[in-house]
């Protein structure tokens, strides 16, 4: 009897062993940025008389979140939540959020997401999987506290757009009315991306694959490590913004920052009408596979690509505010049709 017992423990410590040599033997580095070409300055040259200031909200675990807020001087049902991108924080919306805001078709709020910004508690980190998700969520609150007719649209770019289809397979994905996907994030497997978001980012991968080995056993103690790196531009980092970057991400702010490993379950519950957009020359992802890959899952949806724009560059009002003002008063018809009947 003790011999039978005594194999499962040996293949116990086998396995226990095996992810502590590849948590431990995968160290994070300095990161190269040779290959990445993206400006990101875009996103940090904002004039500050044009910036709506930092506001605060109180998430469930009593936390200090903040976010930007655009109004529309014109009253309208919806309500636009912007999830960033991963390494940057709600500066990268402001462009587009005061286009689509000044052309009355949604307030919109930018949250800085937990764990980055100008004073996260612990940078690159949350306290556990799927917070982020739970932090949205009160933000709805906060929103529907102000605005209680509203319809909630949540938007994001990039990894922004990969919360916002996770958020969608949430228990909370019901919150939301529809869905706007700006080249988002699905997995790193998916059709769409391109090999480590082409260059922006340096997964641990060993490392990941320990830390998913024991959280498989419900071990959660080292989630806390780094397990992903991004190529933040040099120049960015020794900017007037630089210390506001967020340059690595722990193992349990990845995972809550992107679809779940089966994103075919989160896009399914998707049920909502979502647009998505992107730009034919994104460097991260591949914009022709989003319809293909997507429609397996989720029907009810509308995709725009368009020429001669990178995954930076979509977010210039030039780019996207059109396409997105025309999406938003579509459904604002589509509403006050079903209404009068």
């Known amino acids: 009897m003790k011999k039978f017992l005594r194999i499962p423990l040996i293949l116990l410590i086998i396995y226990l062993a ?58 309208t049902e919806n309500v636009l939540i912007l999830l960033h991108a991963s390494g940057w924080h709600s500066m990268q919306f402001h462009q587009l959020a005061n286009a689509l805001s000044q052309n009355d078709v949604a307030h919109v709020y930018t949250p800085d997401l937990r764990g980055h910004g100008f004073t996260p508690e612990k940078r690159g980190d949350v306290d556990y999987i799927g917070q982020m998700e739970d932090d949205i969520a009160d933000l709805i609150g906060v929103v529907k506290t102000r605005f209680p007719q509203s319809d909630i649209v949540i938007g994001g770019h990039s990894s922004g757009g990969g919360l916002a289809v996770r958020f969608a397979g949430s228990e909370y994905g019901k919150l939301a009315d529809s869905y706007l996907l700006l080249a988002p994030y699905l997995q790193y497997n998916a059709p769409t991306t391109r090999p480590n978001s082409g260059g922006w980012a340096r997964p641990l991968t060993p490392r990941i694959i320990g830390l998913l080995m024991l959280n498989s056993v419900g071990i ?24 506001t970057a967020t340059t690595a991400y722990s193992y349990r702010l990845n995972t809550s920052f992107a ?83």
């Not at 910036?51 to 009253?75: A, N, V």
């Not at 103690?221 to 007037?240: D, S, Y």
């Not at 977010?315 to 999406?327: E, R």
């Open 18 to 75: 095996t992810a502590a040599i590849l948590i431990i033997t995968n160290r994070s580095t300095e990161m190269a940025v040779e290959g990445m070409h993206f400006d990101f300055g875009v996103w940090a040259t904002v004039a500050d008389d044009t910036l709506p200031d930092l506001q605060p909200y109180t998430s469930r675990d009593g936390s200090t979140l903040h976010y930007r807020f655009y109004k529309s001087e014109t009253e």
């Open 259 to 341: 679809p779940r490993a089966d994103y075919g379950s989160d896009l399914a519950a998707m049920q909502q009408p979502f647009l998505l957009v992107a730009g034919l020359e994104d460097e991260s992802f591949i914009a022709e596979q989003y319809e293909p890959t997507i429609n397996q899952y989720a029907t009810n949806g509308e995709y725009i690509l368009l020429p001669d724009i990178g995954h930076i560059d979509l977010l210039t009002p030039s780019s996207v505010a059109t396409v997105v003002i025309d999406w938003l008063q579509a459904i604002d018809a589509d509403t006050e049709t079903a209404l009068g009947n």
């Open 220 to 243: 959660r103690w080292f989630n806390e490590m780094t397990v992903i790196q991004f190529a933040m531009p040099q120049e960015m980092l020794t900017g007037a913004l630089g210390d």
